[in-house]
């Protein structure tokens, strides 16, 4: 599995699960697990591990966009005192118990290529950075080895986030939709946004995506390991599944603090124009940061945190037992 990053809750799932898989066990032990499967069925279940785990989690996901736009708009800003409990009674006596999963249809079209492009590029800057570096033979420098992850999913994350942005855009656009619905599913969000705003309309945010994308990589992977770390030599004996969820949702709350409001600004330049409205920010990245605050307080850059946090502990939980248990079914499979 790549190391495959985002900006969203949990985004350091697949890339927690990538390095628990390639660093915790012994490489002897490891070799015959991955060819039992191979490449693509191991891409497919990471793939369908991340899909299954986001519509579990889609009703948390959306009342966080919904949090981050309040203030955005007069209209939305109608919470002094923002309640997951009120909004989710809202969402049900309004909209209906499925309004929860708005947007999640275009969240899993988004998940399939999305994995595909960061595993190829991720093998390909991988095999670069290798051949850079000279470790293109069996025995290299661990230290060297770490960098080669380290910069190479960091690589693999921008790239497959500016490949796949428009659809990360039209699942903001779609989840932010409350009664008044501007676009009526993903094909029609993708014509509407290229007619009233232009083809750049699409990629309207990319700048705070990617720059979350480094900081991301580096908490999660930090503090993953630190704890796994910590915790394999006070008690070496405990569950390796305890210990990666444990330590995995760990570091996912830690990166979602970190990157938070990164992903609210994202969020907020992406329904920029969505549905007719008028520009609320005009400055930029650094401009948005500002207006937020002088507007709303340091605390506005942090609207919607609590539903975040209650996604990343089942949204590991989730990714990690899906994703072992089609491994397991798999190499007992066709793909064996």
């Known amino acids: 599995m790549a190391a495959r990053v985002g900006v969203d809750g949990g985004s350091a799932t697949r890339k927690l699960l990538h390095h628990h898989h390639h660093h915790s066990r012994p490489q002897q032990q490891q070799q015959p697990q991955l060819s039992q499967i191979g490449a693509v069925p191991q891409l497919l279940a990471g793939g369908v591990a991340g899909a299954f785990s986001k519509t579990c989690t889609a009703p948390l996901a959306r009342l966080t966009i919904l949090?981050?736009?309040?203030?955005?708009?007069?209209?939305v800003a109608t919470m002094s005192k923002p309640s997951i409990w009120r909004e989710a009674l809202r969402i049900v006596n309004e909209e209906g118990f499925r309004a929860f999963w708005k947007g999640n249809l275009v969240t899993i079209a988004h998940r399939l290529p999305y994995s595909s492009v960061n595993f190829y590029a991720y093998e390909k800057y991988k095999s670069?950075?290798?051949?850079?570096?000279?470790?293109?033979?069996?025995?290299?420098?661990?230290?060297?080895?770490?960098?080669?992850?380290?910069?190479?999913?960091g690589l693999a994350g921008i790239t497959s986030a500016s490949a796949t942005y428009p659809l990360d855009l039209v699942r903001t656009r779609l989840a932010a939709q409350t009664n008044a619905i501007y676009y009526q599913g993903i094909r029609h969000a993708l014509h509407t946004i290229c007619r009233?705003?232009?083809?750049?309309?699409?990629?309207k945010g990319l700048g705070a995506t990617l720059l979350g994308v480094g900081p991301s990589i580096a908490i999660s992977f930090s503090v993953y390991e630190s704890l796994r770390t910590s915790w394999h030599s006070r008690r070496p004996d405990d569950s390796a599944v305890l210990v990666s969820l444990s330590c995995g949702s760990l570091s996912g709350i830690a990166s979602s603090t970190a990157t938070f409001p990164l992903d609210l600004v994202r969020r907020r330049m992406q329904l920029e124009g969505a549905g007719g409205r008028a520009r609320v920010y005009n400055a930029g990245l650094f401009g948005?940061?500002?207006h937020i605050i002088r507007t709303e307080g340091f605390r506005g850059l942090y609207r919607g945190i609590m539903p975040e946090y209650y996604k990343v502990v089942p949204s590991v939980g989730i990714v990690f037992m899906t994703y072992e248990t089609l491994k397991k079914l798999m190499s007992h499979g066709p793909f064996s």
């Open 67 to 75: 949090f981050q736009v309040q203030g955005m708009h007069s209209d």
């Open 128 to 153: 670069i950075l290798k051949s850079m570096l000279g470790l293109d033979g069996n025995g290299g420098n661990p230290h060297a080895e770490i960098i080669v992850h380290f910069v190479g999913g």
């Open 196 to 203: 009233d705003e232009g083809f750049l309309g699409l990629y």
């Open 288 to 290: 948005t940061f500002r």
